[in-house]
DNA sequence: GCCAACGTTGGC
DNA sequence: GCCAACGTTGGC
């Protein structure tokens, strides 16, 4: 299994937005960069990202999973793009801000901190486990820990 | 609301 | 195929 990190605005799709879909999921239309859109080809079905607000809030705020392969994003008038499904497992009992990835030595390699403007980001499993253990998450059961 | 970073577009 | 112009993202 594979991880990643989704970025998004919570006033154009938020976490609560996400959860409300519950298992049908969302697909994650809208990615017009490539280096994003080719990260969403290599996600396979059971892989698992972190969902981060950008703008407001700037933190992780959940975990969700994978559940469609990358398949057209039909808000696209053209068939270079295309984006997953995803649906919420879990949220963070405590929300993981930017600012405390920042501060982290651990952190210091991640995307988010490195390549902060890309929108899919792959996500290493050490820093998964690091992300999960600041959010009082265990990485196993997705439960507080 | 500003501005820096950076990806994309398009002219040559 | 290069590179300047432009647009967008996203933190502050």
Known sequence: MQYW???????????DQQ?????TGEMWS??????????MR??????????YHS???LAVVG????CALSAPDPTADDVRWDCVTV?????MPRPVTLKEVKANP??????LVVSFRLSVQPVLPAEWKEVCRMGGMDPKTLKAA
Do not use: C, I, Q
């Not at 290599?42 to 969902?51: I, P, S, Y």
């Open 87 to 91: 649906k919420a497992l879990a949220p």
């Open 19 to 23: 959860v409300a879909k519950g298992e």
């Open 63 to 66: 975990v969700v999973e994978v």
């Open 30 to 39: 809208g990615v017009r960069n490539y280096t994003a859109r080719n990260h």
């Open 42 to 51: 290599a996600m396979k079905l059971g892989d698992r990202a972190f969902f």
């Open 5 to 15: 990190l989704l970025k998004s605005e919570p006033d154009a799709w938020s976490w």
């Open 55 to 57: 703008n407001e809030g």
């Open 106 to 111: 651990k952190l210091a390699e991640m995307s």
